[in-house]
């Protein structure tokens, strides 16, 4: 327990610069070590599971992925199709010539496709949502001259995230009683969920009263909302593939909290609801 909360404490601050105040570089290279690693870590578990995915194409792929977004240029998301579709194309061709076992081809191709969504584009999503004015009118801003709703609306995200794994787990540890789906994660409980989802939007509200008064805080509440309920699918989804594959954790590169990808597993979900959220805003507006 010490040396979980010492990791956190230690961790926080400069995330929390990286991700409100770092230049456009910086936050993209931490982005992509993420990715890079996120990738590194879910292949293993892949490989525990019995799959043999093609790792070299996915690394390259999931960079290109986050870089996309960064570049000053017109429907990036057009680029980041023809990324995914390359990765499909390529991963068909060399797992041809790489399988020896027919019977692993299609789970060769899966896995290294599915790893790149499940971690390089859903990351990905940060970038814009930190550099771009998406969502900025929809919650009721001042266009394009409010600088700092990129910033707003990451550290929404963190914190939101942040409060619902913190509350779901002391709620859950301190009065728990009913498992949530013990098949995939026993120490859940449905008691920490319900905290930690009502402490999401408590952490929201109290940061658009304080930090972000000029944003909509009925949307706020709403985008952290969506916020929480994801993240704690995105972290289910993570213990269930670790489940599948007999690991408990998916590495140790985090002391007292396991691997990089335990700590991002609900922003993989988070991150491009909040995107999806915001760009549907923006559309229908």
């Given at each position: 327990m010490k040396l979980r909360?010492?990791?956190?404490?230690?961790?926080?601050?400069?995330?929390?610069?990286?991700?409100?105040?770092?230049?456009?570089?910086?936050?993209?290279?931490?982005?992509?070590?993420?990715?890079?690693?996120?990738?590194?870590?879910?292949?293993?578990?892949?490989?525990?599971?019995?799959?043999?995915?093609?790792?070299?194409?996915?690394?390259?792929?999931?960079?290109?992925?986050?870089?996309?977004?960064?570049?000053?240029?017109?429907?990036?998301?057009?680029?980041?199709?023809?990324?995914?579709?390359?990765?499909?194309?390529?991963?068909?061709?060399?797992?041809?010539?790489?399988?020896?076992?027919?019977?692993?081809?299609?789970?060769?191709?899966?896995?290294?496709?599915?790893?790149?969504?499940?971690?390089?584009?859903?990351?990905?999503?940060?970038?814009?949502?930190?550099?771009?004015?998406?969502?900025?009118?929809?919650?009721?801003?001042?266009?394009?001259?409010?600088?700092?709703?990129?910033?707003?609306?990451m550290l929404l995200l963190?914190?939101?995230?942040?409060?619902?794994?913190?509350?779901?787990?002391?709620?859950?540890?301190?009065?728990?009683?009913?498992?949530?789906?013990?098949?995939?994660?026993?120490?859940?409980?449905?008691?920490?969920?319900?905290?930690?989802?009502?402490?999401?939007?408590?952490?929201?509200?109290?940061?658009?009263?304080?930090?972000?008064?000029?944003?909509?805080?009925?949307?706020?509440?709403?985008?952290?909302?969506?916020?929480?309920?994801?993240?704690?699918?995105?972290?289910?989804?993570?213990?269930?593939?670790?489940?599948?594959?007999?690991?408990?954790?998916?590495?140790?590169?985090?002391?007292?909290?396991?691997?990089?990808?335990?700590?991002?597993?609900?922003?993989?979900?988070?991150?491009?609801?909040?995107?999806?959220?915001?760009?549907?805003?923006?559309?229908?507006?």
């Amino acid at each position: 327990m010490k040396l979980r909360i010492l990791t956190a404490l230690f961790l926080i601050p400069p995330v929390i610069y990286l991700i409100g105040w770092s230049p456009k570089w910086l936050l993209l290279a931490a982005v992509i070590a993420v990715v890079e690693v996120g990738l590194y870590e879910f292949f293993k578990l892949c490989q525990h599971a019995g799959f043999k995915p093609l790792s070299e194409p996915a690394y390259l792929v999931g960079a290109a992925l986050c870089v996309v977004p960064a570049m000053e240029t017109r429907r990036p998301e057009m680029y980041s199709l023809v990324l995914l579709v390359t990765l499909v194309l390529v991963t068909l061709i060399v797992a041809l010539t790489l399988t020896h076992d027919l019977k692993t081809y299609l789970g060769s191709i899966a896995t290294t496709v599915f790893g790149v969504l499940y971690i390089g584009l859903t990351l990905s999503c940060l970038v814009p949502l930190r550099f771009s004015q998406l969502g900025a009118r929809s919650l009721g801003l001042t266009g394009t001259a409010d600088v700092s709703a990129g910033r707003n609306l990451m550290l929404l995200l963190f914190l939101v995230v942040w409060a619902d794994d913190t509350f779901a787990y002391f709620v859950g540890r301190a009065i728990g009683q009913k498992k949530l789906f013990p098949s995939i994660s026993p120490r859940k409980t449905l008691e920490g969920s319900l905290a930690g989802f009502a402490g999401g939007l408590v952490v929201a509200w109290g940061f658009a009263h304080l930090f972000w008064q000029t944003a909509s805080l009925k949307k706020v509440i709403l985008l952290a909302g969506l916020i929480a309920l994801f993240g704690q699918l995105g972290d289910l989804a993570e213990s269930a593939m670790k489940r599948g594959a007999n690991l408990k954790a998916s590495g140790s590169v985090l002391p007292g909290h396991g691997g990089l990808l335990d700590r991002v597993d609900s922003l993989l979900l988070g991150a491009p609801v909040l995107w999806l959220s915001l760009a549907v805003m923006d559309f229908w507006r």
